[in-house]
């Protein structure tokens, strides 16, 4: 098969997926930790990790528009400060693709046994997390119109109790909930509680900065892939705000600490049955994101096999385009992680690297705006630099405070850099001498 009779995605599907990256677990147990924290002005907290989440995907947008192949944070990175940089935003962009989609499957256990109990016995828990993953790897492999339709299907069917749920319980909404509308815990001050309350908030917002590693299985994603981020960003800001407000709005103080709040207030306006159709809202949402995992994970280590960054056999790809070699190498990578159960230790890396990505992304923005001068672009953030310089700011803030209340998070970020050192120069010597090889022949 060409690679012109590869089917891609359309922009409808693009952006289903975008969702679908974005919102998982976090929407339904989000409230409650954040009223716990400020009270009722969490929306205002949220509205700041909004502003913040949307100034960092209008980077990713207009980064994304010079470029039609896959990678996303590690081509833009790489384009813009070197092969060394690129490399290590890359690599980790795929370890945090693999710990966030081993945690996901984990979750979807989880979930699982809310309604079916034995599925919380840890043999078939591993059992269930098996089946899961290789599942949607062999799902993958059958190509991206599959993986497409499912994930259409998954993201319409997490989108449609959360709008429910909004569409009603916006009559059952008491003002008076809202009084006092900011709440201090005893003991901290507001700065504090704001800042910790906004580090929590906005890691519901990230997934975004997976939208673009895929971009060579998309239909025009120098247009497309910017447009579809800006909608995506608007959609699940929307639906955050809302969901937060009803929730304020039905269960008052008793939102505070809730481990399932969104079910709490759906069962008040509802009785059982909304709480029924929330918790089966939520194992959609994680089956959903697990999806977009299988999507996303194997495209990061194709990309960097096309640079020569990483052995060529993980680019190599079947007669539906799709990096097959990738796709098993991130499905058994994954599958080990989630049965090694060491979730605590592993996801103290995701906090760096989720600022691996951002920061040089957002600072590569004006880099590429002068390297690519005439060069056409299909989206430019508005205003300058004001943007990209905003986004990056408030990205070192919130992870000096991250590394200042968890310096281990910074340990074990810095850590797995610098063990890919070693890999980096290894592959470059590999690449050059390939090279030189095929220069030789012709």
Do not use: H
């Amino acid at each position: 098969m060409s690679k012109n009779t590869v089917k891609k995605m359309g922009f409808g599907s693009i952006v289903l997926l975008g969702i679908n990256a974005i919102i998982g677990t976090g929407i339904f147990g989000l409230p409650g930790e954040a009223y716990s924290q400020v009270g009722p002005s969490s929306i205002l907290v949220l509205g700041f990790c909004m502003l913040l989440a949307i100034s960092i995907a209008l980077c990713f947008a207009e980064a994304g528009s010079w470029f039609e192949e896959n990678g996303g944070p590690y081509l833009y990175a790489k384009e813009a400060f070197g092969d060394f940089v690129g490399f290590q935003v890359g690599v980790m962009k795929w370890a945090v693709s693999m710990i966030a989609w081993a945690t996901m499957a984990n979750f979807f256990a989880v979930v699982l046994s809310s309604i079916w109990p034995q599925a919380a016995d840890p043999f078939i828990k591993n059992v269930i997390i098996g089946i899961l993953l290789v599942g949607l790897g062999c799902v993958s492999l059958m190509g991206v119109e599959s993986s497409k339709i499912l994930n259409n299907i998954m993201t319409i069917g997490k989108l449609v109790p959360l709008v429910f749920f909004i569409a009603i319980g916006i009559f059952f909404i008491k003002g008076g909930n809202f009084q006092p509308f900011v709440i201090i815990p005893e003991g901290k001050t507001t700065s504090s509680a704001f800042v910790a309350v906004a580090i929590s908030l906005f890691y519901a917002f990230t997934g975004f900065e997976s939208l673009a590693v895929a971009a060579n299985d998309m239909e025009n994603p120098r247009k497309n892939v910017p447009r579809a981020l800006t909608v995506v960003m608007l959609i699940v800001s929307l639906v955050y705000v809302l969901v937060l407000a009803v929730s304020i709005g039905i269960l008052g103080n008793d939102l505070s600490g809730a481990a399932n709040p969104v079910a709490d207030a759906a069962k008040v306006i509802m009785g059982s049955a909304g709480g029924y159709i929330i918790t089966i809202g939520t194992i959609i949402s994680v089956g959903g994101i697990n999806i977009a995992s299988s999507i996303f994970t194997p495209r990061s280590g194709a990309a960097l096999a096309e640079q020569g960054l990483m052995p060529a056999f993980l680019g190599k790809t079947n007669s539906k385009g799709v990096p097959y070699v990738s796709v098993i190498v991130s499905v058994i990578g994954t599958l080990l992680i989630a049965w090694s159960g060491s979730f605590t230790t592993l996801s103290q890396i995701s906090v760096v690297s989720r600022f691996i990505q951002y920061i040089p992304t957002c600072l590569a923005v004006l880099i590429l705006r002068k390297k690519f001068a005439g060069k056409e672009v299909s989206f430019k953030i508005p205003g300058g630099a004001f943007v990209p310089v905003f986004a990056t700011l408030l990205s070192v803030v919130l992870l000096v405070k991250a590394g200042i209340d968890a310096p281990m998070k910074i340990v074990w970020g810095l850590g797995g850099m610098i063990l890919v050192v070693p890999l980096y120069f290894y592959m470059t010597k590999v690449y050059n001498k390939r090279n030189k090889d095929n220069k030789l022949s012709a």
